[in-house]
């Protein structure tokens, strides 16, 4: 069954998460750009940990992928041409059987260098680097060709200023030498992607929290127009209420609360307030001799009608009695 309750101004007022969102928007106002900001800042600087990591941990793994096949390959090819007098053919050979699988994956370049420093074989084969000193292809990188696996692997700039990772161990403890050289770019390559992806990805979130502030901020000046459209035409209507010695009721007969216009207040004397009245308060202000509102009202509702028509006596502060005329149209809404 639905409940009478008289919607407007009383139903709007009774509901104190109203009252609150009221008083609480000026600093949500504020404190809803600032917290956007602050989220972004955070998502981003996490995002940069996160990638700056996971350079961290590529760079890590190529040097160890490097530093592994070096070594593999330098036990090989030092097996393979003991005791002999290694040629060319030889070192290329070695060097095709002891490959592993996608030693030149990802850009790496294997060179062999006999005992003169000369390289002999290369993987991928590359005839125009076969027969030209190791240098000319690593540089003068002196760390990398003296110390050999004990300097571990460097970054380096190539003769045709190339960033790379390179790395070089000797044969067998002697001059001949194995160098493994990959362009920084490709290290990288997934790295950039992951990048791209997560930029991409915060431009878009960044995007969007943007059109929703947009959006908040564009309601909450509509709605405070509304609002001051409101507040003219409440004003002029309660002008016009005060010139005609009018009163207005607003009822909400299921929570036994009404709303006055300041006119009402003015009529009977009170000091004007916004908040709502309880029935008690109104039924002490009515002469005892015409009848009970509530009573009226459930027999109004019982028999149907819609329409008061009445003359009754309220008190004013004064202590003198004013008559008073209640035209109401009773309304059943679902509460």
Same mark, same amino acid.
């Given at each position: 069954p639905r409940k009478t309750t008289v919607s407007g101004h009383a139903r709007l007022l009774a509901r104190p998460a109203y009252q609150r969102l009221l008083a609480a928007e000026p600093l949500l106002r504020r404190l809803i750009p600032i917290l956007i900001a602050i989220f972004l800042v955070i998502v981003g600087l996490a995002r940069f940990v996160e990638l700056y990591q996971l350079r961290t941990e590529r760079d890590y793994d190529a040097r160890e992928t490097m530093s592994l096949i070096a070594t593999v390959l330098a036990g090989a090819l030092g097996t393979a041409t003991a005791g002999d007098d290694a040629d060319e053919v030889t070192f290329l050979n070695a060097l095709a059987d002891s490959l592993p699988p996608g030693a030149t994956s990802d850009g790496r370049r294997i060179y062999v260098a006999d005992d003169s420093g000369r390289i002999v074989a290369t993987a991928p084969r590359d005839a125009d680097h076969e027969g030209i000193p190791l240098t000319e292809v690593i540089g003068e990188a002196q760390p990398l060709t003296i110390f050999g696996a004990r300097a571990g692997v460097l970054e380096i700039t190539l003769p045709d200023e190339t960033e790379a990772l390179a790395t070089?161990?000797?044969? !067998?403890?002697?001059?001949?030498?194995?160098?493994?050289? @990959?362009?920084?770019?490709?290290? &990288?390559?997934? %790295?950039?992607?992951?990048?791209?992806?997560?930029?991409?990805?915060?431009?878009?979130?960044?995007?969007?929290?943007?059109?929703?502030?947009?959006?908040?901020?564009?309601?909450?000046?509509?709605?405070?127009?509304?609002?001051?459209?409101?507040? !003219?035409?409440?004003?002029?209507?309660?002008?016009?209420? @005060?010139?005609?010695?009018?009163? &207005?009721?607003? %009822?909400?007969l299921a929570r036994g609360r009404m709303f006055w216009s300041r006119s009402m207040f003015e009529i009977v004397g009170e000091d004007q307030r916004d908040d709502l009245i309880g029935f008690g308060e109104v039924q002490r202000m009515i002469h005892p001799d015409d009848g009970d509102l509530m009573a009226l009202a459930e027999s109004l509702y019982d028999k149907g009608e819609e329409t008061v028509d009445r003359m009754f006596r309220m008190r004013h502060t004064a202590g003198r009695w004013i008559w008073l005329r209640a035209r109401a149209e009773l309304v059943d809404r679902d509460s």
């Open positions: 070089v161990h000797h044969i !067998a403890g002697g001059p001949a030498a194995l160098a493994i050289v @990959m362009p920084l770019a490709n290290v &990288l390559d997934e %790295w950039r992607a992951d990048v791209s992806l997560n930029v991409a990805i915060f431009i878009g979130t960044s995007a969007i929290l943007l059109v929703i502030l947009y959006g908040y901020f564009a309601q909450s000046s509509r709605a405070q127009e509304a609002d001051e459209i409101y507040s !003219a035409t409440h004003e002029r209507f309660e002008t016009a209420l @005060m010139r005609g010695r009018c009163g &207005l009721w607003d %009822w909400d």
